[in-house]
């Protein structure tokens, strides 16, 4: 390699370790995201969180007809940026009930932290609720929503957020009463550096 683009790219690599901090790339930080590291069984109800200032990045799940038109789930988390801070509040969100559609997002300008999820025999179904964090008083922006996961029902799903300044503020679902599955759009959002005075935008 030649010295001039040695000089090229020295700069562009001091940019990117500044941007990023000691995290390095943003997604090699995963948490518990392997094939075996599945947050529940089928049928089975769960309840996961991010450690403390982490949030939710990516979303993978199996599907399986024979287990109850049910899905297995596993979740990574990374670290928010530095310039939010630390989260002021946690709390868990309003159930959202097994057989509908919905559209949910974290009230208090919350990020998505964590799932619950319970199932029901009876509509071969789960009820949801996420876990949601609050910085300071921080405000979303340039949100929009991801394309569907999975793209067909019954389909594998992962949904991996390869926006580093982008985070998961909640989601929109579809049911179908055929398959007995469900399609998931997420809210992604931008977050203000600074605080603002909208309670819930």
Request: aromatic residues 18%.
């Amino acid at each position: 390699m030649s010295l001039a683009v040695l000089w090229v790219f020295l700069p562009l690599v001091a940019v990117a370790q500044g941007q990023y901090g000691d995290y390095g790339y943003p997604y090699q930080q995963y948490h518990d995201y392997s094939d075996d590291g599945w947050v529940n069984l089928n049928r089975q109800g769960f309840s996961f969180q991010c450690p403390h200032g982490q949030v939710v990045v990516a979303v993978r799940s199996i599907f399986s007809k024979k287990e109850g038109s049910d899905r297995q789930w596993n979740y990574a988390c990374m670290p928010t940026t530095q310039s939010l801070g630390e989260p002021t509040e946690c709390w868990w969100e309003e159930i959202n009930r097994a057989g509908m559609e919905w559209y949910q997002t974290c009230s208090n300008n919350g990020l998505v932290a964590g799932f619950q999820s319970r199932y029901f025999e009876s509509v071969l179904d789960r009820e949801w609720q996420f876990y949601c964090c609050r910085y300071s008083k921080r405000c979303p922006y340039s949100c929009w929503m991801t394309t569907e996961y999975p793209g067909h029902y019954g389909e594998d799903m992962d949904m991996v957020s390869y926006s580093y300044d982008y985070y998961m503020r909640g989601a929109t679902t579809t049911f179908s009463a055929v398959e007995r599955d469900r399609q998931w759009k997420f809210i992604m959002c931008r977050m203000t550096n600074y605080d603002c005075e909208f309670a819930n935008v």
